[in-house]
T-cell receptor
């Protein structure tokens, strides 16, 4: 009865390094969403993927950020050449696609030194 | 883009008191959702509302989808210590798309 699984839970990177965040959705869910949360703020939409396709990436910065959800394996959010402003909690959520109800993972907390 | 104004930002109440929080938007949404987030965890869905005017309960929680489609409120009755956390409203323009706009949250503290 696994929910959304995210790893790593915590990640520390130095400026200029790459960060890779992984998300395995609820079994049977083919829709994945990535959100970003800064302290004391709500979640900000980044990208919506449905198996192998990016449906909406309007919230994701055009540079350095990319996301994928391959046919096999977890969804990956990749941040290249990280900067201090990338420090945040990144949450993945999944859904069946039939409703707007999202099931969230526990988040990956990125700290950029 | 769409923005949600959630209020109050924080609340400090005594155990047993009722709580009310709300969200307003300058544009309409077709779905309103309320989530709770505990420290270090991801948000958990509490209530989903799909029709204007809809009033839905989940135990001690009651939420309403405003008739104008631009607002929603959440009430918690007879609060208990485990109600502590951050409550977020979220609106969706397309009901099954999952892309949500979140409010900045209401932090609830319950004193025993």
């Amino acid at each position: 009865n696994a929910g959304v699984m995210q790893n790593p839970r915590h990640l520390v990177r130095r400026r200029g390094q790459e960060a890779r965040l992984r998300c395995s959705p609820v079994k049977g869910h083919s829709h994945v969403y990535w959100y970003r949360q800064l302290p004391e703020e709500g979640l900000k939409f980044m990208v919506y993927l449905q198996k192998e396709n990016i449906i909406d990436e309007s919230g994701m910065p055009k540079e350095r950020f990319s996301a994928e959800f391959p046919k096999e394996g977890p969804s990956i959010l990749r941040i290249q050449q990280v900067v201090r402003g990338d420090s945040a909690a990144y949450f993945c959520a999944s859904s069946t696609g039939n409703t707007g109800e999202l099931f969230f993972g526990e988040g990956s907390r990125l700290t950029v030194l | 883009g769409q923005q949600l104004n959630q209020s109050p930002q924080s609340m400090f109440i005594q155990e047993g008191e009722d709580v009310s929080m709300n969200c307003t938007s300058s544009s309409i949404f077709n779905t309103w959702l309320w989530y709770k987030q505990d420290p270090g965890e991801g948000p958990v869905l509490l209530i989903a509302l799909y029709k204007a005017g809809e009033l839905t309960s989940n135990g001690r929680l009651t939420a309403q989808f405003g008739i104008t489609r631009k607002d929603s409120f959440l009430n918690i009755s007879a609060s208990i210590p485990s109600d502590v956390g951050i409550y977020f409203c979220a609106g969706q323009l397309i009901s099954n798309a999952g892309k949500s706009t979140f409010g900045d949250g209401t932090t609830l503290t319950v004193k025993p």
